[in-house]
């Protein structure tokens, strides 16, 4: 991805995948990714539907922050994805939905198990929930802190292995190597999360499958000894 | 909104909008709007499918009950609708559905937790349930009487923070600034019953979000410092 | 309903309808309709797709079961719409479906309590659940004994009043005046049948709405003193 | 089918089924279909999406696992097919999805009941769930180990009475006389799998239908004494 245009069409695509896989609630979702070789992020603009967005719409902000081209707003949820880029090295695109069932999740603040080979096929382990912000997090720089919640759940945890995060009371955030990646991701998600809510109602005391067998299926996809490409 | 013609138009839409988004089971929804300027209320026909409604097919009413102009009959819902203008001066659309999950709760008798960004960034607290009618409200004055049982749940709380309530046993009615916003409140209220039904059920001992974490969002979309516009 | 044509073309729409609405899985489905005059019933034929069925596929039979016209066997569920119309009267259409939620009380053998309005409109109470049928049923009458089992039912009840039931370990049966309201009950058995079991997951103490409220919304639409026409 | 290039368009359409009928989750699902005359099994290629996939993308193998028509490799659960249909000398088609509720059982690692008719019209008693593999089974011949566990699963019962099998922390693998048969048997499975799901949540303590009303309703579909044709 080397010209701003393919990474807006990108980003553009990934917002659009959202909406067709039924992730997206009203506006509540907005896709970005990131050019690393000149830290400009593309995203979502604010305030316009998913239906009339056009791939110039898209806002490009440098990675500190700083507005680059736009004659939109960015996303309100910008400075989430700024602290994710500067944190996380290795992701090329960001993800924010309140999709039902991760959501649901992360209003309960309980971690979404690795009960199956669906799960392992994308995610090394459970997803975690961040912890709640506290008191002085939720003025001004509110947006900023629940990036930096997120940063500090993944301290001893290797972002690409678990690309997602459930912020307590809030909903997911989902990443990959590339805005497309992420929006795959986003869906894998949602639907391991909506097998594993209904596999706890049927039997509370099952329990993850085996590490072994999580890697025997995440290593097939992921990781230099990755037998077949994504 | 100025002309009669408008407001039929934005009513057809709205009635038009709950049906798009399945919160219509067959023919159990119905949308209004006022026009406070003289008073007229334009309410959905009673009888009329939804497919073929068209927007001269609206009915208008004054705020006090009488036919003003029509060829159908309105909605036999419309007495409710009257009594909710008539007590909440600021609302300018009313929507009633019985949309899956907000009518589970209205039948289940529990008020909708906020357990979520999702419903801080629409509702400013808990959906309240209305009190059971008694015997000699299911007369005559049934109508009505459910209007002033809704009127009365609110008796200490703002209609515009909280867009609306659940008629126990009976389902949801939704309120907003105009009859667009009722439609969007209504579609938000029914994920927000949906999430919030099945968060309880995966953690029942989760507390609704602080109220600070609350209006953080909800403050940020309404009110005198709204951060952006709706 | 005077000719067997229109008969065909209503009892043909009925099986689309249920098609449409969703309460279909595979071909578990059957309409038909009577034509009390001259005691004709009209059925789906047995093994056509419903994508490709036609007016004309349609199989007409006499209320003692004996062929009339037909280039299709009837549905195999036949005998047990023959012993409806022969003992209940004033219907005039049936409906027999495997819809998702009203088979789950069926086979979990448990009635679906009037819970609210939507059911109220419909439903004069609760939809009960046959008695298994006894191992001598189950051989060469097994068909008709299901529809006995069914009437045995309704022994102290008004099949116009509560015209749904649900077969122990099979599935919802559901009729009406005619086959076009058999099947507008059988969408709204199936909504109730969703929020009935969503209600009790919810509130598993909660009580059905009094008589008196569900009166209020049954009597409104049935009955000698209907304020609205169906 | 007695063409390579018939059985090729055969699991074609069964992939395409499965994708119609809402089975598979992002790429979960393949479908494979096998002549027995010559012992050449046709599959659907790995990494092709399901809306650009043509009859002639389709990959053949032999039965001992040698590829002998393909331009794309084959499924990487090629070998748990080849296992299938060397035990299994009757089946002839076989389909694995990651079908929302039978995945959840599967997970769960809970057979599902035999509770009404519409499971008994398919499947002679509950779905099985096989063992867990044991670590030496996650290494290199892991796709076949799986097929094995299935295998052993059906040591005592006949795999065209149950077409169907939950692999314990993965998902179902479905078969049939035919890739149509077992794309159909899919379907059915994941409705079945929704009911019981909620059928135990509505009432934990309901039993299984009688093994005489079950086989009522199997053996008129299947077995030497159908009295109709599938």
């Known amino acids: 991805m ?10 553009l695509q990934a917002n659009l995948d959202i909406v067709r896989d039924k992730l997206v ?19 979502k603009p604010s305030g316009v539907s998913f239906e009339t967005m056009k791939s110039e719409d898209m806002v490009t902000v440098h ?23 500067r944190a996380f090295d290795d992701i090329g695109g960001v993800i924010h939905t309140h999709s039902t069932y991760a959501t649901i999740f992360a209003q309960a603040q ?9 799960h392992a096929d994308y995610f090394r382990g459970e997803i975690p929930v961040t912890r709640s912000l506290r008191s002085e997090e939720l003025g001004e720089r509110y947006v900023t802190a629940t990036g930096e919640a997120i940063v500090e ?5 290797d972002p690409l292995e678990i690309p997602a995060v ?16 992420a929006a795959l991701n986003a869906l894998i998600l949602e639907e391991c999360a909506r097998m594993a809510w209904h596999t706890m109602q049927l039997n509370p005391q099952v329990a ?7 890697d025997r299926h995440f290593l097939r996809k992921h990781g230099a000894h990755a037998t077949y490409g994504q």
Request: glycine content about 8%.
């Open 166 to 181: 459930l912020v307590a009371g809030h909903g997911p955030f989902v990443w990959g190597r590339t805005p497309k990646e």
């Open 110 to 118: 309980v971690p979404i198990p690795c009960f199956g080979t669906t």
């Open 153 to 157: 759940t993944f301290s001893n945890s």
């Open 25 to 43: 609630v009203a506006t509540f979702g907005n896709a970005s990714g990131i050019d690393r070789n000149n830290n400009h992020i593309v995203i």
């Open 63 to 85: 990675i500190d922050g700083s507005l680059i081209d736009h004659h939109l707003r960015p996303s309100s949820d910008l400075d989430t994805h700024l602290v994710l880029y």
């Open 208 to 214: 993850p499958i085996s590490s072994m067998y999580r």
């Open 2 to 11: 080397s010209s701003v245009a393919g990474l807006k069409q990108s980003v």
